[in-house]
T-cell receptor
Framework: GAVVSQHPSRVICKSGTSVKIECRSLDFQATTMFWYRQFPKQSLMLMATSNEGSKATYEQGVEKDKFLINHASLTLSTLTVTSAHPEDSSFYIC??????????FGPGTRLTVT | DAKTTQPTSMDCAEGRAANLPCNHSTISGNEYVHWYRQIHSQGPQYIIHGLKNNETNEMASLIITEDRKSSTLILPHATLRDTAVYYCIVYGNKLVFGAGTILRVKS
């Protein structure tokens, strides 16, 4: 099956700093990528939809100025958490869609803000 | 996107078939039913999807009722490694996850 990678897998940062998470589709081109967030013992929450070469579409309640998404190529999307605070600590997961409906997920990035 | 209802948790004996139900009574005619699973602290894994016909692949079978208001995911011979949270999702133009079913496979 198609492979999606994320980097880093874990990151710890200090409050007030920014963190960038990369999502790559390794063996296919993805016109659309998605970013999710998951808190402990909860389900995945869709944050935004990212189309290559255009601005991301954010879900209601997600701050676009805090979670910056860049989808510069068909194989790379990045999520930058700006001015991170402890409440931003979470498991961030990206996914990439091949044409059609199948979506493949990355392994996730565990962010801890101290 | 149509809402889905799944049992909170289920147990299954190793080697037996695991049948996971899902209700999606508000599904629209062009919406697919997708199933994913998530093993602890990993990204979700695609299992199977269907529109109205039953589907089978190397992982599972998907049975969709004729009125499309419910479906059942079948893992034919569950193993301990199938212990995970299983999500039934009605796919409009994006995957929106509900609470899912925690499946525990026991030896």
């Amino acid at each position: 099956g198609a492979v999606v990678s994320q980097h880093p897998s874990r990151v710890i940062c200090k409050s007030g700093t920014s963190v960038k998470i990369e999502c790559r589709s390794l063996d296919f081109q993805a016109t659309t990528m998605f970013w999710y967030r998951q808190f402990p013992k909860q389900s995945l929450m869709l944050m935004a939809t990212s189309n290559e070469g255009s601005k991301a579409t954010y879900e209601q309640g997600v701050e676009k100025d805090k979670f910056l998404i860049n989808h510069a190529s068909l194989t790379l999307s990045t999520l930058t958490v700006t001015s991170a605070h402890p409440e931003d600590s979470s498991f961030y997961i990206c996914s990439a869609r091949i044409q059609g409906y199948e979506q493949y997920f990355g392994p996730g990035t565990r962010l801890t803000v101290t | 996107d149509a809402k889905t209802t799944q049992p909170t948790s289920m147990d299954c004996a190793e080697g037996r078939a695991a049948n996971l139900p899902c209700n999606h009574s508000t599904i629209s005619g062009n919406e697919y039913v997708h199933w994913y699973r998530q093993i602890h602290s990993q990204g979700p894994q695609y299992i199977i999807h269907g529109l109205k016909n039953n589907e089978t692949n190397e992982m599972a079978s998907l049975i969709i009722t004729e009125d499309r208001k419910s479906s059942t995911l079948i893992l034919p011979h569950a193993t301990l490694r199938d212990t995970a949270v299983y999500y039934c999702i009605v796919y409009g133009n994006k995957l929106v996850f509900g609470a899912g079913t925690i499946l525990r496979v026991k030896s």
